[in-house]
């Protein structure tokens, strides 16, 4: 995408009238011709308006203006383009680059892992960016990860330890973040139980009773997804892709 701010100054009391000629005429025109709007802010004494627009790439840029014209949309608006221009004193653009890739997701996907030893005691760890409390192992996808790949990986990362996972036991959605989780049922088959570089203290497995588990785990959600964890209820999963349709993971 081919990033372009826009600064719009205005004159003092003319925002409304600019604002309304905005969402009727500039916007519909600009999505029309398949320019992105990502976002439209003003400033406290509505005199200045900062618009940031995603263009497909610097060509649509360059040619934008002049297929802009030929619209019927663009035509229509002429007259009331007219009056609206009076109110403006100055408009910019400016071409901008990202520095990273900042974009969050509309909802966010993570995983835990139940992972117990031969005594039924359960394998929690301390993050470091959550240090109130003990968790399961886990965390969220990185980008193009499937949720297999990322439940080990993170119990990897997190404990030094080798799982491999056996079935989906539980799941939630916090509609107040975004982030949907799955918590898989997981049994070790190597590695080292060992603190996460930089991730995790406290690295251990505990015996947990709905009796002493507030003791251990402060964080009611935590609180509530290991002990639905430890009925093991399994939950029907599948991973699969398109073109062609193969499943590569299926547990009952």
């Known amino acids: 995408m081919f990033e372009v701010k826009t600064e719009i100054k205005i004159i ?10 905005f969402h009727k005429h500039v916007l519909n025109n600009y999505l029309e011709l398949g320019v992105r709007l990502i976002g439209r802010w003003v400033n406290n004494d509505k005199t ?5 627009w995603g263009y497909l790439d610097e060509q649509h840029y360059r040619d934008f203006f002049e297929l802009r014209k030929k619209t019927k949309h663009y035509q229509n608006s002429l007259p009331d383009k007219l009056a609206n221009d009076k109110w403006i004193i100055s408009k910019k653009d400016m071409i901008i680059t990202p520095t990273g890739d900042y974009k969050m997701d509309l909802h966010i996907v993570s995983t835990n ?8 005691e359960v394998l929690l760890v301390r993050s470091l960016h959550r240090s109130d409390t003990l968790e399961l192992p886990g965390g969220r996808l990185d980008k193009d990860e499937d949720m297999i790949t990322g439940a080990i990986r993170e119990v990897k990362e997190e404990t030094g330890l080798d799982v491999e996972i056996k079935g989906l036991i ?13 918590t898989f ?9 060992k603190n996460g570089d930089d991730e995790t203290v406290d690295v251990a497995f505990y015996p947990i009773t709905k009796e002493n588990i507030s003791s251990l785990v402060t964080r009611k959600i935590s609180e509530d997804r290991i002990l639905k964890a430890l009925e093991k209820k399994a939950q029907k999963f599948d991973l699969y892709e398109n073109n062609p349709f193969k499943i590569l993971k299926s547990f009952q």
Do not use: A, C, M, W
Request: hydrophobic letters at 25%; glycine letters at 12%.
């Open 12 to 21: 003092p009391d003319g925002y409304d009238s600019t604002n309304r000629y």
């Open 48 to 52: 200045v308006i900062t618009e940031i």
């Open 113 to 120: 892992v139940l992972v117990q030893n031969e005594q039924n």
């Open 170 to 182: 539980y799941s939630s959605h916090n509609k107040t973040s975004g982030v949907v989780n799955f």
């Open 185 to 193: 049922h997981g049994e070790v088959v190597g590695g080292k139980l």
